[in-house]
Structures are given as structure tokens and as C-alpha cells.
């Protein structure tokens, strides 16, 4: 018995791995891939109907695990990033099961519009500030130049 719950536990773990793997590439970027990953990760936790109590009970605390600790490390740049991808622009790996799903995907995309201009207006003001800089900076030193 112990074998084979051992067994699942591995096949079970295995499934994840490339999830994990996906996300620490070093040549990569990766943001594009924390929400898609996230959701990924929960469907590989689902139960199956046949699985055994033991299992069906280590993939709900792993699923919680997860849930905690990964769920609020999606932050507004992670979804923007997707939304910038081509692959993931739709949001198709958000499910949409539930009324409470649906009513975040809709939510969600009304965000990505306001969390794209506000970034937008911050990278806006880094740039005048810059521009504000040097011209600042060109102006001493041609004054301490003529001097």
C-alpha cells in the first residue's frame, strides 16, 4: 500500500516540475508566465475520481499550499506581461467554471487597462524627470565652462 501511494506522491510531483522549471529560466523572461503557472499548478492538483483518500487529501493541502503562498505573489506586472503575450493575451488559462470566475476574468481585463496607462504614466514621468536631468546638468556644465 505505502508503494503505492509513494508512487503517486512522485508522479503527482513529477507533473509540477516542469511548471517550476519553466519559471526559473536564467536566459528568459518570465513574467509572462507566473498567472498562466499558478493556474496550471492548481489544475495539476485537481482530483481525480479514482485517486485514493490519501492522495485526494495531499493534493488539496499541496492546492492550499500553493494557493497561499503563490497566489499572492501575482502581482498587476505579471498579468500585464501576459496580456502583452501574444500566446496568453485572451486569458484562456483563467477558468471560467464559476459565476465568481467569470466575474474576475471580466474584472481583470477592465484592470489590465488602467494598471497598462498607470504604468505608462510612471515610465512617462522617469523619462521627463531624465530629460529634466541632463538638460539640468548641460546647463551647469556650460556655465562652469564659461566661468
Do not use: G
Amino acid at each position: 500500500m505505502n508503494r503505492i501511494l509513494n508512487k503517486e506522491i512522485i508522479d503527482l510531483t513529477k507533473s509540477m516540475k516542469e511548471v517550476f522549471e519553466a519559471l526559473e529560466k536564467n536566459c528568459e523572461p518570465t513574467l509572462q508566465l507566473v498567472a498562466p503557472s499558478y493556474y496550471l499548478l492548481q489544475r495539476k492538483l485537481q482530483a481525480i475520481l479514482r485517486e485514493c483518500r490519501s492522495i485526494t487529501l495531499f493534493q488539496a493541502k499541496l492546492s492550499k499550499q500553493i494557493d497561499d503562498k503563490y497566489w499572492t505573489s501575482v502581482k498587476a506586472i505579471h498579468w500585464i506581461a501576459c496580456f502583452l503575450d501574444p500566446t496568453f493575451k485572451s486569458l484562456n488559462f483563467v477558468p471560467q467554471t464559476t459565476c465568481d470566475d467569470s466575474k474576475f476574468k471580466r474584472e481583470l481585463m477592465n484592470d489590465l487597462d488602467k494598471w497598462i496607462l498607470d504604468e505608462m504614466s510612471v515610465v512617462e514621468d522617469k523619462l521627463n524627470a531624465l530629460t529634466t536631468t541632463t538638460s539640468d546638468n548641460r546647463c551647469t556644465i556650460h556655465i562652469q565652462c564659461m566661468f
